[in-house]
């Protein structure tokens, strides 16, 4: 949308830019799309979002995805993506301002919910401070932190060191234990986000031995990207969903022994 050049020109009314905003909104399956200034003032309500991260971010000429925020014109928990607006939609040019819009509070939830590895696995999503932004258990959206609450709440302990290291930007795995179950729990972070991380648990009892879990957890990580990878817009919900759905059914042949299919 910022590469549109119709919304960088002045001459264009603001009717007719509104016209284009809302063109983009079905297209692309979001909400509220806004056009604002390089002084932070939205071009159709006036109000001033010159403080957010996401206009700092893309007026620095990036993309962005950030952390659920409360929305200013909904007052609901928001996930707000932004890109810069380029002089004539040449990209690269003088930036004149930012393109943002909403997605569904839930658009992340339903995909964490779609990560199923094995009938026990888990999967969420925490921000840049350890924070959880998308959980199986949407309770738990904006007021988990494992890191915090570990300091008081021991038995956290284990899962506060695995997001500790999503929020330093690693990748690996490790051994956690949940209401006495052995699992393993894979993390990563997002590439392209606001520094978000995120975990995906299995039970160890779901598959076959400790000569899997390797194997378990390579695929587990390609699951995580090939997801998040896609989690810009609804758009692509549908490539998100396919090579969900390929990786969750190479893990169950994986469980059933079969280590010579390929991963898709």
Request: net charge negative.
């Amino acid at each position: 949308t910022g590469i549109i050049k119709e919304i960088s020109d002045p001459k264009i009314s603001k009717e007719e830019k509104q016209s284009i905003i809302t063109r983009q909104e079905k297209l692309y399956g979001v909400v509220l799309g806004q056009i604002i200034d390089v002084n932070g003032k939205d071009l159709f309500s006036g109000k001033d979002y010159s403080g957010r991260d996401y206009f700092k971010a893309s007026m620095a000429g990036k993309a962005y995805l950030g952390s659920p925020v409360l929305s200013k014109v909904t007052g609901q928990l928001t996930l707000v993506v932004s890109a810069p607006i380029w002089e004539n939609g040449v990209q690269g040019s003088k930036i004149a301002g930012i393109v943002t819009f909403d997605l569904d509070k839930d658009f992340l939830n339903d995909i964490v919910k779609n990560i199923k590895i094995s009938e026990n696995s888990y999967s969420y999503l925490i921000d840049n401070e350890g924070t959880t932004i998308a959980d199986e258990d949407a309770s738990l959206v904006g007021v988990e932190n494992t890191i915090k609450q570990s300091e008081t709440d021991k038995s956290l302990l284990p899962f506060a060191e695995v997001d500790k290291k999503l929020v330093e930007g690693k990748k690996g795995c490790s051994d956690v234990e949940i209401n006495g179950e052995d699992c393993v729990l894979g993390y990563a972070p997002v590439e392209n986000s606001n520094g978000w991380g995120v975990g995906v648990m299995v039970n160890k009892g779901d598959f076959l031995g400790e000569m899997y879990i390797s194997i378990i957890i390579t695929i587990i990580l390609a699951v995580v990207f090939t997801i998040l990878s896609f989690i810009s817009a609804k758009k692509f919900s549908n490539k998100i969903g396919n090579p969900l759905k390929g990786c969750s059914e190479r893990l169950k042949k994986l469980a059933e022994g079969d280590l010579n299919s390929e991963t898709t």
